[in-house]
T-cell receptor, first 117, second 115 residues
Framework: GAVVSQHPSWVICKSGTSVKIECRSL??????MFWYRQFPKQSLMLMAT?????????EQGVEKDKFLINHASLTLSTLTVTSAHPEDSSFYIC?????????????FGPGTRLTVL | AQTVTQSQPEMSVQEAETVTLSCTYD???????LFWYKQPPSRQMILVIR??????QNATENRFSVNFQKAAKSFSLKISDSQLGDAAMYFC????????????FGTGTRLTIIP
């Protein structure tokens, strides 16, 4: 398998502030990482695909100026929620795909719970 | 676009019994992967089992097995000898092969194990 960490595991912030969430691959280099959002009792919705060294690809309906993604290295991708509002409160999960594996398995981080007051 | 449907929002099973979770999907592709992921209360997504579409043989992993019906676009998960630790949300997921790495998830089935 693969070890994926996320930091912080939970965060509470005031409306209007920005929050940065980190996703790290601890045991291999990941050229592609994925960011998901999960509302309570709902499924995971892909927000964007993060590619190392290039701009992220956002899914339809996701505001790229609000959810800034930076994949600056092969082991780190960050998601910044800018000017957060209560409706941004959610569980954010990253995943990555290990290059070279034929089975295309994705490995998930433990998630970050964001609460915006 | 691919879609994944899980028609059972909740299921329950007696401990040690067998339960089957349903999943159907829609795709025009012939090469793809299907997965079942488990999300326990900790929220950590855990891969339970995977199936390559080109393989006719159903995948098995210990107490977990699938019934993959490609023509019917059906991919059910059977859990045998259910254990308390199996209680979780189960998500069926689809991944297109060759270049498109995006996982499409179903809406999930919450599985409760009755002691």
């Amino acid at each position: 398998g693969a070890v994926v960490s996320q930091h912080p595991s939970w965060v509470i912030c005031k409306s209007g502030t920005s929050v940065k969430i980190e996703c790290r691959s601890l045991d291999f280099q990941a050229t592609t990482m994925f960011w998901y959002r999960q509302f309570p009792k709902q499924s995971l919705m892909l927000m964007a695909t993060s590619n190392e060294g290039s701009k992220a690809t956002y899914e339809q309906g996701v505001e790229k100026d609000k959810f800034l993604i930076n994949h600056a290295s092969l082991t780190l991708s960050t998601l910044t929620v800018t000017s957060a509002h209560p409706e941004d409160s959610s569980f954010y999960i990253c995943s990555l795909q290990r290059p070279g594996l034929a089975d295309n398995e994705q490995f998930f981080g433990p998630g970050t719970r964001l609460t915006v007051l | 676009a691919q879609t994944v449907t899980q028609s059972q929002p909740e299921m329950s099973v007696q401990e040690a019994e067998t339960v089957t979770l349903s999943c159907t999907y829609d795709t025009s592709e012939s090469d793809y992967y299907l997965f079942w992921y488990k999300q326990p209360p900790s929220r950590q997504m855990i891969l339970v089992i995977r199936q390559e579409a080109y393989k006719q043989q159903n995948a098995t992993e210990n107490r977990f097995s699938v019934n993959f019906q490609k023509a019917a676009k059906s991919f059910s998960l059977k859990i045998s000898d259910s254990q308390l630790g199996d209680a979780a949300m189960y998500f069926c997921a689809y991944l297109q092969d060759f270049g498109n790495e995006k996982l499409t998830f179903g809406t999930g089935t919450r599985l409760t194990i009755i002691p």
